[in-house]
């Protein structure tokens, strides 16, 4: 007997979108979730007026699956898009410098010394190389030049992804640069390439969160979906051609699952089934991260906070790697004459004290602030975020491989194929569609 056509196990957005995408093909599908809440580090929370992301705080959105959703679904209604901004902050020897992301105004930017700048005119002119376990610091070093490693793409790398450019695998954290370079042999070419066919295609390039914060994608997943709190899974065994899938007081048959865990979870679920694979999950090391939330009054803030925030390369030893505006984004995250600045730290075993001490340090000369936060809050993440690192595609089809022995078993999580929601959601639109497939043989 077979209670359930798919179950998902994991509850954030990778597992509720993949549950959202097969509802809508009129499967039965459940998703089981360990904590008492869906979405995982995704939540928004609002204090004294203040609105506030634990986690992902925008959509970035270039692919047309993120449009389609937002279309059929009805979110469209509660989509707010980001401010219009061009600026985007880098901190270059101790002062924050704008930088366009327009291409022909970032090159001519006052960033770059006329040495760096001609390295990377020369891009165009430099051949196609590289390999699948080439690192951010070899593929950016060999294309553009050390010196936007250093002062662009480091920042980016430890900022947004909490990881060392020296480790992380060019191919799994920079898809878009490492397919541009395979596709046309230059990222320059590329994409003036890909601008000439959104144009033809008329693909949506936006920038959104939703009324209420990340939190009302969440809700709105979560009750379209069958979501099941508090039902953490003990085990999974294969019974003739259905999987068995336990908790501590319950039972169900499904026809197909998804691991939509972090690896180490899914591993302790797998080990039983397939040592190896239980293994190559082990392998995946997650960065531990904390964002510190403060409100100040708007006249305690002598910049202009005229754009989306700031990254901060090594180089520069601040403790913060970058730093969101976020009322600057979003005017409803805080009440009249507020400013929310979230920022992030790489770890997330300091003490409360010296988290604030940290930002506090790195944000006064940045921002000419000379008083104390009137609101704060602390989000700690002991595994933020999944880190790329050594031999990832490797590892990654290794993994593909031993699934092919378990049919009707699937992986999916942000440990493979991008952390951010826009990649989670459209990723999960292709598991589904596997699913599917699967479904009809």
């Excluded at 060019?170 to 640069?177: E, G, K, Q, S, W």
Aim: proline share 4%; hydrophobic share 40%.
């Amino acid at each position: 007997m077979t209670d359930v056509e798919v179950l998902v196990v994991g509850g954030g957005i990778s597992g509720l979108s993949i549950a959202w995408w097969l509802a809508q093909a009129g499967v039965s599908v459940e998703v089981w979730e360990q904590t008492s809440r869906p979405g995982g580090k995704i939540q928004t929370v609002k204090e004294n007026g203040y609105l506030m992301e634990q986690a992902a705080s925008v959509v970035m959105n270039f692919r047309p699956e993120i449009t389609h959703f937002m279309q059929k679904s009805g979110l469209e209604a509660y989509k707010i898009l980001r401010a219009d901004t061009t600026n985007r902050y880098l901190v270059n020897n101790g002062k924050l410098l704008a930088l366009p992301m327009q291409l022909i105004p970032m090159l001519m930017s006052p960033l770059w010394s006329w040495r760096g700048r001609l390295r990377m005119f020369s891009e165009i002119i430099i051949p196609k190389g590289g390999n699948a376990q080439e690192t951010v610091s070899e593929f950016i070093t060999r294309r553009l030049g050390k010196e936007v490693l250093e002062k662009a793409m480091d920042s980016f790398i430890t900022g947004t992804l909490a990881s060392d450019p020296a480790l992380a695998n060019a191919y799994a954290v920079l898809p878009r640069l490492t397919y541009l370079e395979s596709r046309y042999g230059s990222i320059a070419v590329g994409v003036i390439m890909n601008k000439l066919l959104q144009r033809k295609t008329a693909a949506i390039t936006e920038a959104f969160s939703f009324q209420g914060g990340m939190q009302t994608l969440i809700n709105f997943l979560a009750q379209q979906t069958c979501f099941r709190s508090e039902h953490a899974v003990t085990e999974i065994a294969k019974i003739g051609k259905k999987w068995r899938v336990s908790t501590e007081n319950k039972t169900v048959f499904a026809q197909q699952v998804v691991l939509s865990t972090p690896a180490n979870i899914a591993a302790n679920l797998i080990k039983p089934l397939d040592k190896e694979l239980a293994n190559c999950l082990t392998e995946i090391n997650m960065a531990a991260l904390s964002v510190v939330h403060l409100g100040f009054s708007h006249n305690d803030i002598k910049h202009p906070l005229d754009g989306t925030g700031f990254l901060t390369p090594r180089k520069e030893n601040l403790a913060v790697t970058g730093c969101l505006w976020m009322s600057s984004l979003f005017s409803d995250r805080v009440p009249s004459g507020k400013v929310l600045l979230s920022s992030y730290l790489s770890g997330a075993l300091q003490d409360d004290e010296q988290s604030v001490t940290a930002v506090m340090e790195a944000l006064k000369p940045l921002l000419g602030i000379d008083c104390s936060p009137e609101n704060v809050r602390i989000d700690r993440h002991k595994q933020g975020l999944p880190l790329y690192y050594g031999d990832y595609t490797g590892r990654m089809a290794k993994i593909i491989k031993h699934l092919e022995k378990l049919p009707g078993l699937y992986l999916e999580a942000n440990y493979q194929g991008g952390v951010s929601v826009r990649d989670r959601i459209a990723r999960a639109a292709e598991v589904a569609k596997k699913i599917l497939a699967w479904r009809k043989i």
